[in-house]
């Protein structure tokens, strides 16, 4: 599970690590092809410091287990990077490609990836969906306003209690578009209040 995390902080762990992916080796000095993974998941109330995270190369994070003890023995079965080299440069040529599309999209305050739950896709351009739109803020406010748990309103709402974390955290509802860490004003109209949204925020802390 990806979580963004500051980049003083993603620079603290690769230098740590030595820009080394902690499973196979893989190592690149200019941070490509490098992901930075909690060893105790957020969701399980894992923190956002150094010693809760590992380096591992973009291949390794996508197999990482999200469990603890699951991901640190995962870690010790280690593997040759060189094992890897063929999927790394097939998946590196690829993402290249893609990553420069969807670069130029952003650029045009486009949003890239999957519509979030309350927009569809209609001829490229993310537009409202009205039903589900009404449910995203009834969630925004029932957790703002209530002491229902995370894992409650997840569970009343058909989520899992990361996926109601996402999206208490996605800022598509503010009408923004983030890509490879940056974000800007998108071209789509938002869902979500400025101000229920930073407060929603707050609470999440």
Same mark, same amino acid.
């Given at each position: ?9 993603? @620079? ?5 690590? *030595? ?8 190592? @690149? ?7 930075? $993974? $909690? ?5 399980? @109330? =894992?923190?956002?410091?150094? *010693? ?23 870690? %010790?079965?280690?593997? !040759?990077?060189?094992?890897?080299? +063929?999927?790394?440069? %097939? #998946? ?8 420069? =599309?969807? @670069? *130029?999209?952003?650029?045009? =305050? &486009? ?8 927009? /569809? ?7 409202? !969906?009205? !039903? ?16 229902? %748990?995370? +894992?409650?309103?997840? &569970? ?9 974390? /996402? ?7 503010? =009408? /923004?578009? /983030?890509?490879? #860490? ?5 071209? $789509? ?15 999440? &802390?």
């Amino acid at each position: 599970m990806k979580i963004n995390l500051p980049k003083e902080l993603i @620079n603290q762990v690769l230098e740590r690590d *030595n820009f080394t992916c902690q499973k196979c080796g893989f190592k @690149n000095l200019k941070k490509e092809g490098l992901e930075i $993974h $909690h060893i105790n998941p957020k969701l399980f @109330n =894992g923190l956002n410091e150094i *010693n809760n995270l590992a380096t591992l190369c973009s291949i390794c994070y996508k197999y990482a287990p999200d469990n603890e003890k699951d991901f640190k023995n995962y870690l %010790s079965e280690k593997i !040759d990077s060189k094992l890897l080299e +063929t999927f790394r440069k %097939s #998946n590196y040529s690829v993402s290249q490609k893609t990553k420069k =599309g969807m @670069n *130029n999209s952003f650029n045009n =305050g &486009k949003h890239v990836t999957k519509p979030p739950f309350g927009y /569809k896709l209609v001829n490229k351009q993310l537009l409202i !969906d009205l !039903d589900k739109s009404e449910k995203i803020n009834k969630i925004f406010r029932e957790f703002l306003e209530t002491k229902i %748990s995370l +894992t409650q309103l997840a &569970k009343k709402n058909g989520f899992t209690t990361s996926g109601i974390i /996402k999206l208490l955290q996605n800022t598509t509802y503010l =009408g /923004k578009v /983030k890509f490879a #860490n940056k974000e800007t004003d998108g071209q $789509h109209e938002p869902i979500v209040d400025k101000q229920l949204f930073e407060q929603v925020q707050e609470k999440l &802390k």
